[in-house]
C-alpha cells in the first residue's frame, strides 16, 4: 500500500485518514493491524455514510434514497459502498431501524 511504502521509506507516518463505516469496513481487513503495529492513528470519517446511516433515510423509497445520494462524488460512492454491502432495501431499511 501506499501507507506502507511510506514507512518503508523512512516517513515518520502519525497518522492516516480513511473512510470507514458500517457499510465500509475496508480498513478492518488489514490496515488497522498495520496501523496498531507501526503506531499510526487512524483518522476516519463518513462514519454515517454521507447521511445513509441517518435517520433521514428511514422509510424511503430506494430510488428516492439513490437519488438523493446523487448529488455528489462522495455521497455517489457512499451509494456504492451501500450496494457492495447489500442490494436488498429491506434489509438496509431493518438496519436504519435498529441503529
Known sequence: TNLDLLVKDGMAVEANQVQ??????????????????????????GVVAGGLLSESFIGLRQAEAKARTSDSVSRRMYWSSLQRWTRDWAVFQELLLVL
Open 20 to 45: 470507514y463505516s458500517l457499510l465500509d469496513r475496508r480498513p478492518e481487513v488489514k490496515l488497522l493491524a498495520y496501523s496498531r503495529q507501526q503506531k499510526i492513528k487512524l483518522l476516519v470519517f
